[in-house]
């Protein structure tokens, strides 16, 4: 049987040619040693189960980010109490050189706002919504908060894609921001 070990910076990847069935448990016994808890995905997240964080105004800021809001998770973005959209992030900011994961979109999302070109991201519409294509205005940031529901990243994609259906379902739409055409990036098509 042919295996191959691949190590990154920020861990080890196993490629076999064929797993032997009781290999994943192996391997955790074998972390447990070493005081290394596997997470793994949750098979079916129901909508229900989902705990939010509070909402954290985009003009806050902490000495230390909480970790739940640097793993990989669900974010919805609200202007006021209106929901305008609904992200997702697959990086972990626990495991090192990885992305801060929501709280790097969050501020993805308000670097967009105040007018950096580095970044585009869904925030360069909120002031077509809300400001008559006028910029944004800086004094405003109060009023755009982001809610965060931590998860494993191989369940972030597929619960952002729940949730949107759920608000399409609820509200007979999209929330506004997250409406593209063509399905361009990661969107997926909405029925």
């Not at 929501?102 to 501020?107: K, N, T, Y």
Request: one cysteine or more; aromatic letters at 12%; proline letters at 4%.
């Amino acid at each position: 049987m042919i295996c191959y070990i691949t190590s990154k910076p920020s861990g080890t990847i196993i490629q076999l040619e064929k797993k032997p069935q009781n290999f994943d448990k192996i391997l955790e016994e074998l972390l447990l040693k070493y005081n290394i808890v596997a997470e793994k995905p949750v098979l079916d997240i129901n909508l229900i189960d989902v705990i939010w964080s509070e909402k954290v105004a985009l003009n806050k800021t902490f000495r230390k980010v909480p970790k739940d809001f640097i793993r990989s998770g669900v974010y919805r973005v609200f202007y006021d109490d209106e929901i305008i959209y609904i992200g997702s992030s697959e990086s972990d900011g626990r495991i090192k050189d990885g992305r801060k994961g929501m709280w790097a979109r969050r501020a993805d999302f308000k670097t967009t706002l105040l007018g950096c070109e580095r970044y585009k991201c869904a925030s360069s519409e909120i002031s077509k919504f809300f400001y008559n294509n006028k910029k944004f205005p800086e004094k405003d940031m109060y009023r755009i908060k982001h809610q965060f529901f931590p998860c494993h990243p191989d369940n972030a994609r597929d619960l952002e894609f729940k949730m949107q259906t759920e608000h399409k379902k609820l509200f007979g739409q999209l929330p506004k921001l997250n409406v593209v055409k063509n399905n361009t990036g990661g969107a997926r098509k909405i029925i």
